[in-house]
C-alpha cells in the first residue's frame, strides 16, 4: 500500500511546475483515450504482471465512462533442494471492469477524481510440487471467479493534452468463489487499482 502513496506523491511533485500553467482540455466532453493499466508492482519480478487494457470517453466535461479488459500472469519457480525437481505455480487471469469518473474543475494540469467502478474475473491455477528426480509429481489445479464493486478515488496528471498518468485506490467489496478446494469469500476495504497511463486522440 505505501509504494502507491509514494507514487501518488510523486505525480502531485510533478505538478508543481505546472501549477500556473494553462488547464488541459483533455478532460472535455467527446474526448477519449486508449488506457493500460498495471497493477502487478509489488516485485521487479518479471514472471509477475496485472493489468489490462481498455477505453475513456468523456461524456461531459469532467465526467467519463470507462471500459477495460483485464488479465493477469504470475509463474514463479522455487528451486529444488539436491536430488529433486523444482516446485512450479502458474496463475493466469481474465475478466472485465468498467467505471465511471467525476473530475474536479482544477485550473492546472493535476485533476483528482472520484467515482465508482466493478469487474469481474476468472482465474486458474496449477500449482505442480517439487519430488525425487525420477518421481511424477501431481498437479494441483485450482479455479476462482471474483466480483467486485466499489468507490474509486485518484488523481490524474495530464504531461500535456495528449498523455496523462493516474493513480487510485478502490474502496469496496468483492465475492469470490473458489474449487479445490471450495471456497467462497467477501471482502470488504481498500483494493489497489494501481497505475494507469493514458493516451488521448
Known sequence: MFRYFAVL???LCLAIPSANAQPSNAASAGNKALLFNFSGLGTLNLGEYQGGIGGKYFLSNGTAVRGMLLFGIDNQTNKGAAGFTDATDNKF???LGGG????MPLASSVSP?????LFFTTSSETYTPSVF???TATSTKTSQTAFGLGA???VEYFFNSN???S????FGVTFTNQTNPDVSNFQLGFQTAGLTFAVYF
Open 9 to 11: 506523491a510523486i505525480v
Open 163 to 165: 498523455i496523462s498518468l
Open 93 to 95: 487471469s481474465f475478466g
Open 113 to 117: 477524481y472520484l467515482g465508482g467502478g
Open 133 to 135: 528426480v525420477g518421481g
Open 152 to 154: 474509486i478515488g485518484g
Open 167 to 170: 493513480a487510485e485506490y478502490q
Open 100 to 103: 465511471l469518473e467525476y473530475h
